[in-house]
């Protein structure tokens, strides 16, 4: 059973400041590892796909990937009020599994 | 523009109703995929279609039905449900089936149960 993990919330930050999202996951054979930025009553928006060791940027957002160490992190940078919402860490696969979750607020 | 959609928006119905809820995806994707989710909580698999044949079903109860008429087309049968399974119902579709396609989410179904 593929298991993935998210660091705990809420997380809380000023605004212009770093967040930092933490994801591990249990199927050491995994390929694809996903971002997902959800909005409350919302559905679930991509923000950010990875799938090879080191780091990926777009724009304010960096992920990161260490399939030895089963790890994928995101890192969004001057991070803004708009910013606020949960951010589901993905596996991809034949049975694309979510984390929990981990709920961001920036403060203004 | 949306290019996942589904319908309704909102749905209500009573433990004895039977309704629908229909997703359409517009680009070309030969994986559909049904997701519930609860309040707080992530998005939790279904079922899985693939080339329009049903590939995964987690364990569902058989109070739920999914059919996918076409490729563009996936819809999920609702009889006599319970007040439990009141919950946000997303569609997705990605692209290759299974393999490290990004999932793409309709705007969701919101279903309340009475």
């Known amino acids: 059973q593929k298991e993935v993990e998210q660091n705990s919330g809420p997380l809380s930050v000023p605004e212009g400041a770093i967040a930092s999202l933490n994801c591990t996951y249990s199927d050491r054979v995994s390929q694809s590892f996903f971002w997902y930025r959800q909005y409350s009553g919302k559905s679930p928006e991509l923000i950010m796909s990875?799938?090879?060791?080191g780091d990926k940027e777009d724009g304010r957002f960096t992920a990161q990937l260490n399939k030895a160490s089963q790890y994928v992190s995101l890192l969004i940078r001057d991070s803004q009020p708009s910013d606020s919402a949960t951010y589901l860490c993905?596996?991809?696969?034949?049975?694309?599994?979510f984390g929990p979750g981990t709920r961001l607020s920036v403060l203004p | 523009d949306t290019e996942v959609t589904q319908t309704p928006k909102h749905l209500v119905m009573g433990m004895t109703n039977k309704k629908s809820l229909k997703c359409e995806q517009h680009?070309?994707?030969?994986?559909m995929y049904w997701y519930k989710q609860k309040a707080k909580k992530p998005p939790e698999l279904m079922f899985v279609?693939?080339?329009?044949?049903?590939?995964i079903n987690e364990s569902v109860p058989s109070r739920f039905s999914p059919e996918c008429p076409n490729s563009s087309l996936l819809n999920l049968h609702l009889h006599a449900l319970q007040p439990e399974d009141s919950a946000l119902y997303l569609c997705a579709s990605s692209q290759p089936p299974g393999g490290s396609g990004e999932l793409f989410f309709g705007e969701g179904s919101r279903l309340t149960v009475l």
């Open positions: 993905a596996v991809g696969g034949q049975n694309f599994v």
């Open positions: 279609y693939s080339y329009e044949k049903l590939s």
């Open positions: 680009m070309g994707h030969r994986a």
């Open positions: 990875i799938y090879s060791n």
